[in-house]
């Protein structure tokens, strides 16, 4: 599995850097897909979103639009997220995949009970947490305003420090390597 999500990472980067234009777009699209509740289990877009931070350093891309994009495509993801389990409820626990991964909801209940509204910017930056805890939150009716607040500021933060961490760890490669 891992080797497919390194090769599918290799074929976007590979696409942004041949179509430097669409950079943005595929931006939003990786956050928005990551953030999203059930579609963040089946596509991890993290890896590819370092490695266009890896363009970013080369000077290839600008680094504003770009992260802008992935701010705003992973705070919808977590706008959808909260609102699905705002409408669904608690049965959303029994649709695939999370019927295949039960754990997930208890643990982001836990998670949000235990840290309130930190939960969604503590939340953002682990994997499968990443789209549980703003179901969760829409569960268990977070007032939106806190919920929204917390969303969009963890989103602008997650995404520079992906498309950021790209960039360190080529600079750190081009200075090994010298």
């Known amino acids: 599995m891992f080797e ?3 090769a599918h990472a290799q074929q976007v980067v590979e696409f942004v850097r041949v179509h430097e234009a669409w950079a943005a777009p595929v931006v939003f699209a990786l956050a928005f897909g990551e953030s999203l509740a059930f579609i963040s289990l089946l596509i991890p877009a993290w890896a590819a979103l370092v490695g266009i931070g890896v363009l970013i350093s080369s000077g290839n891309l600008n680094f ?3 992260w802008v994009a992935g701010s705003i495509g992973a705070a919808l993801g977590d706008w959808l997220s ?3 389990g705002v409408k669904l409820g608690p049965p959303v626990a029994h649709m695939w995949p999370l019927s295949r991964h039960p754990e997930l909801l208890p643990k ?3 998670f949000v009970k235990r840290w309130g509204v930190l939960a969604i910017f503590i939340g953002r930056f682990f994997g499968p947490l990443r789209a549980s805890v703003p179901l969760v939150a829409g569960i268990f009716r ?3 305003w806190q919920f929204q607040t917390a969303n969009f500021s963890s989103a ?3 995404a520079a420090v992906l498309l950021t961490l790209g960039d360190v760890v080529s600079k750190v490669l081009k200075w090994v390597w010298r």
């Open 4 to 6: 497919s999500l390194e």
């Open 108 to 110: 982001g209940e836990a």
């Open 64 to 66: 504003w639009p770009i």
């Open 142 to 144: 977070m007032p939106s």
């Open 156 to 158: 602008f933060v997650w």
């Open 82 to 84: 909260y609102w699905i």
